[in-house]
């Protein structure tokens, strides 16, 4: 039988999978941490190495291996540029040591961007040809399809989507730069709006009793009637609805797909984002065919994005 290996690369866990070359589901699925604290000299790298050569099966055929890195990558020649969570990922050939170890044609992409795939070939924008996937947790990422195609960019930098300008006065992101969507609307941006609010002494931060609570619990304060986690995730959610009027205006998607962590509070969220995004828009007709909905693979987005992207490329070899 012939098989793919998809990876998945986070800050914590790193996860392999082998696929069939067709059907839904995969053969064996292996998780490991991403760093072992109780030995340094064993990187992520050969961590990575050894996840993939667990899962390598013993009788069947690996026809290539895609790995999904957090960060930028340089998909032409699999060079992870940058992956800020990943400590020495600096300027990687990832995809060439995988090439050589393993002898297989490898693939490395970024992570939103492959969960954008997979959720746009089987989860919630089947059917679209336009689709514009975020995902909203730590911090903002997401990917872009055009015309059935992924946006890549000339090297493959593209639809870095948390990083557009919102307002060059507003606050720092976690790039470093001021006033990007990701620092008003990310996981983080909700934590940092209470946290000033508590260093400030504002009455109603008093609820959290000194302590910077977590998105999820704001959300669980602003569900319990909490004036201050009410008002951060109508931040969120406005300045969230100005972002993706920007990115209607420019792709006219027939489908925005919203996964991550944040976008679990449901109403909260997108209730002041709708109000804003239709005070933001051009004209109507962007949301007249305009599908708005929440992703449906969960964990397992990037994953499936990654398989998907393998048996599409060895389908055209
Ligand atoms: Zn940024």
Avoid at 49 to 54: P, T
Avoid at 177 to 197: C, D, M, P, V, W
Wanted: net charge negative.
């Amino acid at each position: 039988m012939n098989t793919f290996i998809a990876v998945d690369i986070g800050g914590t866990n790193i996860r392999c999978a082998l696929f069939p070359e067709v059907g839904d589901s995969y053969i064996s699925i292996k998780k490991i941490r991403t760093e072992n604290p109780n030995d340094s000299s064993d990187t992520p790298n050969k961590r990575l190495v050894s996840c993939i050569e667990n899962i390598w099966p013993k009788n069947d055929t690996v026809l290539g291996i895609c790995a999904a890195a957090p960060g930028s990558v340089s998909i032409n020649d699999g060079v992870v540029l940058l992956a800020p969570n990943i400590p020495g990922w600096n300027n990687l050939p990832l995809g060439k040591t995988l090439e050589q170890h393993f002898s297989v044609k490898t693939f490395i992409n970024n992570d939103a961007r492959l969960a954008a795939y997979g959720e746009w070939k089987k989860g919630a924008g089947i059917g679209h040809l336009n689709v514009i996937y975020f995902t909203i947790s730590t911090g903002i990422g997401g990917g872009i399809i055009i015309n059935g195609k992924p946006l890549q960019g000339d090297i493959g930098i593209a639809t870095e989507v948390g990083h557009i300008i919102i307002d060059p006065n507003g606050p720092k992101c976690g790039c470093g730069q001021y006033g990007h969507l990701e620092a008003f609307s990310s996981g983080t941006a909700i934590e940092n709006f209470i946290r000033e609010k508590i260093i400030s002494k504002d009455p109603e931060s008093e609820y959290f009793q000194n302590e910077i609570p977590s998105a999820y619990k704001i959300a669980q304060a602003a569900n319990s009637g909490n004036k201050l986690a009410i008002e951060a995730f109508n931040q969120a959610g406005y300045y969230l609805g100005i972002g993706v009027a920007n990115y209607l205006h420019i792709f006219n998607p027939s489908c925005v797909i919203f996964g991550g962590g944040v976008t679990q509070s449901g109403d909260l969220l997108f209730d002041p984002f709708n109000v804003s995004l239709e005070k933001h828009i051009l004209n109507k007709e962007y949301l007249n065919n305009l599908t708005i909905t929440t992703a449906k693979l969960g964990d397992n987005a990037g994953l499936v994005g990654c398989v998907e992207f393998l048996r599409d490329i060895f389908i055209q070899i």
